[in-house]
């Protein structure tokens, strides 16, 4: 899409009946306003050299599995509950995971099929701070076709500051394939008016 289109509503940040920001609505792909820096391993960086060199061809999305770890969009959807958060995205196969609002730890027994991880979710005060863990070994960690460990953790922080965006801070922890940790800032507009279609692949 355009962004130069987006032009996205101003106004205040919208609340659920307990005060919390109200993070749902659809949104478009986040951009990023800061890169951080990640410092690749030597393996790392030559398993993504690979997967790029032969065009992508094992790339998960081309045989109807999930996108990266750390991609949004082009629209996505956040439905809040006081249980969870419903993250969709429109363009992959299953599309969907959820957040739980509702328990604080991850399962003593981790599922390691899960493409999306297991989320769990917290806020520090009108910030959304989630911990993602226990990735399936065949989804890629991002765009670049980065792989990933088994040690892999995410944490991803999400602020409404108002009406029309949301701020997005990711961490990937993965002493698997970065030297240290890599952080990184998004903003995504909200897709005032658009809505999630069915994406069958």
């Given at each position: 899409a355009d962004r130069k289109r987006h032009n996205p509503p101003s106004g205040p940040t919208p609340r659920t009946v307990d005060g919390k920001p109200d993070l749902s609505g659809v949104w478009w792909s986040p951009v990023t306003?800061?890169?951080g820096k990640a410092e690749w391993l030597p393996q790392a960086a030559a398993v993504a050299k690979q997967r790029l060199d032969n065009n992508g061809v094992d790339s998960p999305p081309a045989h109807c599995l999930p996108s990266p770890v750390t991609r949004l969009g082009p629209l996505f959807e956040l439905e809040q509950t006081?249980?969870?958060?419903?993250?969709?995205?429109?363009?992959?196969s299953p599309g969907f995971h959820q957040i739980h609002l509702d328990r604080s730890a991850h399962p003593k027994e981790p599922d390691t099929d899960l493409w999306y991880g297991d989320s769990i979710g917290h806020w520090e005060d009108d910030t959304l701070v989630v911990?993602?863990?226990t990735f399936n070994p065949g989804v890629w960690l991002d765009q670049p076709a980065h792989p990933h460990s088994d040690?892999?953790?995410?944490?991803?922080?999400?602020?409404?500051?108002?009406?029309?965006?949301?701020?997005?801070?990711?961490?990937?922890?993965?002493?698997g394939v970065l030297a240290q940790p890599w952080t990184f800032k998004q903003v995504a507009d909200l897709a005032a008016g658009e809505e999630i279609r069915e994406f069958i692949c």
């Open positions: 306003t800061d890169p006081k249980q969870f958060v419903v993250v969709i995205s429109d363009d992959e911990d993602r863990v040690k892999l953790h995410v944490i991803e922080r999400y602020r409404r500051p108002d009406l029309g965006h949301l701020e997005k801070t990711v961490t990937v922890d993965d002493p």
